[in-house]
Each structure stands twice: as structure tokens, then as C-alpha cells.
């Protein structure tokens, strides 16, 4: 994490004095856009560096899915559960998904290649059932268009 201090150090001029520990979350994604995920040696690394509890850093982590805690495999599914997806038909794909990949939600298959996980809203309800595959939306799924799309997967 220490490569980059000079980027929070800009980060940090955007923000008022004795307000370092708005910078929580900004460190922690730029972490994970850099390391993949956050390690405890981010968090100790997050707290000595804003001089913030741990707590105010594991609130953030915990609060917000998009942060990981570990490694992902190449390809990170996220399946929407929430209300929309919910409504039209996100267990069933979830279940079409856990029965392919032969993992559970939150696990990664043996090769690495790819994750599962169930998260809140997306965002995009009116599209649901929405899967996010890394940066990307697939909308309108079902369980072919799932099947497609992961034979596109390299
Ligand atoms: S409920 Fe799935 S995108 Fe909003």
C-alpha cells in the first residue's frame, strides 16, 4: 500500500483538515483497484496512514459489498438478490450458477477462473435480473443467456 501514499497524499488536499477519516473509503477502492482485494496488511496500512480506528476502516469494508476482503478468481459474478432481481427470478439463476460452477455463493472453483457472490441492488431494476461480470452488466438474464456467456469466458 505504501506505493500509494502519493496518490491518498493528493486525495487528501480535496479534504477539509480533521477529516481523514472521509478518505476511508476512496484508499480502500484505489487498494483494491491495485491489489485486487483488501489485506489485513491494507487495513493496519489504512489505519496508521489516516490515523483512524480500525473500526472506522471495518465499518467501510463490511458496509460496502464491492469491497473484497480476499482474492477473487479471473471472472467475479455478481448476482443481484435484491427486491427486482428477486421478483424475476435471480434464485433461480443463482441456482443455475452454483449447479455449473459446482461452487457455493462466495466461493471460487479449484482453477481460479471464476467467483460467485450475491450482492444488493445493482442498480439497474428495470433490466433485472442483473449478473455483473467484473465491470460489466448483463441484463435481462436467464439461465441460457448465463450459459453463453460463460462459455465466452476466457
Ligand atoms: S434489484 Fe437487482 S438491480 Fe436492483
Known amino acids: 500500500m505504501k506505493h500509494l501514499i502519493p496518490e491518498f497524499e493528493q486525495m487528501k488536499?480535496?479534504?477539509?483538515?480533521?477529516?481523514?477519516?472521509?478518505?476511508?473509503?476512496?484508499?480502500?477502492?484505489?487498494?483494491?483497484?491495485?491489489?485486487?482485494?483488501?489485506?489485513?496488511?491494507?487495513?493496519?496500512?489504512?489505519?496508521?496512514?489516516?490515523?483512524?480506528?480500525?473500526?472506522?476502516?471495518?465499518?467501510v469494508l463490511s458496509y460496502y459489498t464491492m469491497l473484497r476482503r480476499k482474492p477473487v478468481g479471473r471472472w467475479h459474478l455478481q448476482a443481484c438478490r435484491n427486491i427486482a432481481c428477486s421478483m424475476r427470478g435471480c434464485d433461480g439463476l443463482v441456482g443455475h450458477l452454483v449447479e455449473k460452477l459446482g461452487i457455493q455463493p462466495g466461493e471460487t472453483t479449484a482453477d481460479g477462473r471464476f467467483t460467485?457472490?450475491?450482492?444488493?441492488?445493482?442498480?439497474?431494476?428495470?433490466?433485472?435480473?442483473?449478473?455483473?461480470?467484473?465491470?460489466?452488466?448483463?441484463?435481462?438474464?436467464?439461465?441460457?443467456?448465463?450459459?453463453?456467456?460463460?462459455?465466452?469466458?476466457?
Open 13 to 59: 488536499r480535496r479534504y477539509p483538515e480533521g477529516f481523514e477519516a472521509s478518505l476511508v473509503l476512496p484508499c480502500l477502492r484505489r487498494i483494491q483497484e491495485d491489489r485486487g482485494f483488501v489485506a489485513e496488511e491494507d487495513i493496519l496500512g489504512v489505519v496508521e496512514y489516516l490515523k483512524v480506528a480500525r473500526i472506522q476502516v471495518e465499518e
Open 116 to 154: 460467485l457472490s450475491t450482492v444488493e441492488c445493482l442498480g439497474s431494476c428495470g433490466t433485472a435480473p442483473v449478473v455483473m461480470v467484473n465491470e460489466a452488466y448483463h441484463e435481462d438474464m436467464d439461465a441460457a443467456k448465463l450459459d453463453q456467456l460463460i462459455e465466452g469466458l476466457r
